[in-house]
């Protein structure tokens, strides 16, 4: 592999990872545009690493069995690990679902650039731009309240949920955007 082709790849990947964390430094949120620009130059720069061991490795014994997508393997599954780091569960909500989701996409994207794969790097990215932004101006479009959990269902003892970790839900089951169980109640249904 061309030291330019080197390069390019990883330029790319640094690339498409500022772009995907720009969003998220926008919103102020901590996996902003170095967190996405790094997993996706580590993803390609494992990536291309794998593919240069592969053809130096191949050339100097044909009949190895060498096998380079387990590289991807292990990058998704330590991209995994960074992901659900980033998730988190507070006052009946989970945070972070779409910061988790977009650094895996920038390490897609690191892989796929440093495999060479620029076509599918390019459809890749304009549509996660689509998601990460595009969606947004949609979602201004639907009601304020998001689906609640299955804890709706539960019984109340007087008057108090036994659910103490719940969303404030509507008779319907949805969340009211905002509210949150009040804790001083839970303490008292719970006992803590």
Do not use: C
Request: proline fraction near 3%; avoid cysteine.
């Amino acid at each position: 592999m061309l030291e330019t082709d080197v390069i390019m790849r990883l330029s790319l990947a640094v690339a498409g990872g500022l772009l995907l964390g720009l969003d998220r430094e926008l919103r102020g949120i901590s996996a902003g545009i170095r967190t996405h620009g790094i997993v996706a130059l580590s993803s390609a720069a494992i990536t291309v690493s794998a593919l240069m061991l592969y053809e130096t490795l191949s050339a100097q014994n044909p009949n190895n069995s060498i096998d380079p997508l387990r590289v991807v393997q292990g990058l998704a599954q330590a991209i995994g690990f960074i992901a659900a780091g980033a998730i988190f569960f507070a006052r009946g909500d989970v945070h972070n679902l779409t910061s988790a989701a977009n650094l895996w996409l920038a390490a897609a994207l690191g892989i796929t650039s440093g495999a060479g794969q620029f076509v599918l790097f390019f459809t890749a990215l304009a549509l996660g731009l689509v998601l990460i932004t595009g969606i947004r101006v949609l979602e201004k479009y639907l009601p304020d309240f998001k689906r609640g959990d299955d804890s709706a269902d539960v019984p109340e003892v007087e008057g108090r949920s036994n659910a103490p970790n719940r969303a404030v839900t509507d008779k319907d089951g949805y969340r009211k955007k905002g509210q949150t169980p009040d804790r001083s109640e839970q303490n008292s249904t719970t006992g803590i």
